[in-house]
């Protein structure tokens, strides 16, 4: 299997146990015919993830969108909130933005336009290491972006995504009913906004439980995470 994506497939190996676990379950893979590729980093000692978002126009001008904090499971994206001022200023003072501004002419000079991303790590140390990756696309904190454009006056927001264990018979429409009678469906004001509805059933199974993800912002300073617990739970579901 090839992975990659989100920090999926990515492991920390901090022992001679853990190795030797590692290559092992390799060698089996190769035995069995299979090839084993791997792409190596740098191990950072971080301080902060965060991303860059902005976009490259088809006459080739940069233009940049927002900065956002990114929260991680281990190597795994969680959620994104906006940076705040001090941080930005932080960014203009180590020339940040000029050499992301880099990056965009190149990427305009191969031949691509359009939204991008960068994964950028404020260390430990407090040097910025600009570049761990770039996406090409509209990505998590992109979408998370407009959000804030759209609801810029509502506070305490919050972008990310909840796993399920689903039953074959899970309705959407039922799911949303559940968490409006339950008062944590967004209004306007309050609550959860559910961002997708796809990822919720494009594992689905015809006799037996399957994993689903909801994208979803949050709004308002309550944790909300315990109610949608409870939701889940009246639905035969349950949130892991």
Not at 93 to 101: M, Q
Request: aromatic share 12%.
């Amino acid at each position: 299997e090839e992975y990659g994506v989100s920090g999926k497939g990515n492991l920390l190996v901090d022992s001679q146990e853990k190795l030797a676990c590692i290559l092992k379950y390799l060698g089996k893979q190769e035995k069995q015919g299979k090839k084993i590729r791997f792409l190596m980093e740098p191990f950072m000692h971080k301080d902060k993830d965060f991303s860059t978002q902005f976009t490259i126009t088809e006459k080739g001008v940069i233009q940049f969108e927002s900065v956002q904090i990114l929260i991680n499971n281990a190597f795994s994206y969680k959620s994104s909130i906006a940076a705040n001022s001090s941080f930005i200023e932080l960014l203009i003072k180590n020339r940040y933005f000029e050499k992301i501004r880099e990056v965009g002419q190149k990427l305009y000079k191969a031949g691509y336009f359009g939204s991008v991303c960068i994964d950028s790590m404020l260390l430990k140390d407090g040097h910025i290491y600009e570049v761990v990756e770039i996406n090409a696309r509209m990505s998590m904190s992109y979408i998370k972006h407009r959000l804030d454009m759209k609801y810029e006056k509502l506070p305490n927001r919050y972008f990310t995504y909840y796993n399920f264990k689903i039953p074959p018979t899970f309705s959407y429409e039922n799911f949303l009913d559940k968490m409006d009678k339950n008062g944590i469906l967004f209004h306007g004001n309050r609550g959860i906004l559910p961002l997708t509805s796809k990822m919720m059933t494009i594992n689905r199974k015809k006799e037996s439980s399957y994993k689903g993800r909801l994208y979803a912002l949050t709004v308002g300073a309550e944790d909300l995470t315990d109610k949608l617990r409870d939701v889940a739970a009246s639905l035969n579901m349950k949130l892991l």
